[in-house]
């Protein structure tokens, strides 16, 4: 079983500056992640996510995630942030191996953009 | 740009009443899905669907669901009896075959009273 903590319910940012939305997990197999913006009254659009290779990626609008396998952790970046960047963060996760294509979330993290 | 769709936006029912959540997904795609957001509350599977029958279901998804693909573009989620705490917004999702990324509707809030 997997399952993903999102430390930080929310994150008040001024524009322009950076931010980082922290993103834990635990699974007792290898995993795929991923990094879902919903913005209001909208669905879960994928912003980016990890499947192999290079540990840096690069996502929509400017966000990057770095994996880092020794503290099973996959924080979003942006290194400048603008207004329109204000929603709801999620980062999931889903088994390589068995547990079917199913993704399991985190709680979510409310990024708020002040100007 | 092809997208998830799901109707109705909001579902007001009272409680011991059927509901039926209902979702479009995107054509070619062989995989589907239902996932639900209880307020405040992280994003929880519920069940997969492929090749016409259940791949996985959670533990949430008791007798009182079930899902159906009636014909060759809808994907719909029945609830028989609802309860108070199904109360939630319910995210459809659909996934083609080969690839990873699941493409989610906009979700419909189900509100039971």
């Known amino acids: 079983a997997q399952s993903v903590t999102q430390l930080d319910s929310q994150v008040p940012v001024f524009e322009e500056a950076p931010v980082e939305l922290r993103c834990n997990y635990s699974s007792s197999v290898s995993v795929y992640l991923f990094w879902y913006v919903q913005y209001p009254n909208q669905g879960l659009q994928l912003l980016l996510k990890y499947l192999s290779g290079s540990t840096l990626v690069k996502g929509i609008n400017g966000f990057e995630a770095e994996f880092n396998k020794s503290q099973t952790s996959f924080h979003l970046r942006k290194p400048s942030v603008h207004i329109s960047d204000t929603a709801e963060y999620f980062c999931a996760v889903r088994s390589l191996t068995g547990g079917g294509n199913k993704l399991t979330f985190g709680t979510g993290t409310q990024l708020k953009v002040e100007l | 740009e092809p997208e998830v769709t799901q109707t109705p936006s909001h579902q007001v029912t009272q409680m011991g009443q059927e509901v039926i959540l209902r979702c479009v997904p995107i054509s070619n795609h062989l995989y589907f899905y239902w996932y639900r957001q209880i307020l405040g509350q992280k994003v929880e599977f519920l069940v997969s669907?492929?090749?016409?029958?259940?791949?996985?279901k959670s533990e949430i998804f008791d007798d009182q669901f079930s899902v159906e693909r009636p014909d060759g573009s809808n994907f719909t989620l029945k609830i028989r009896s609802t309860k108070l705490e199904d109360s939630a917004m319910y995210f459809c999702?659909?996934?083609?075959?080969?690839?990873?990324?699941?493409?989610f509707g906009p979700g419909t809030r189900l509100t039971v009273l």
């Open positions: 999702a659909s996934k083609v075959q080969g690839y990873n990324e699941q493409f």
């Open positions: 669907f492929y090749n016409n029958e259940i791949s996985e």
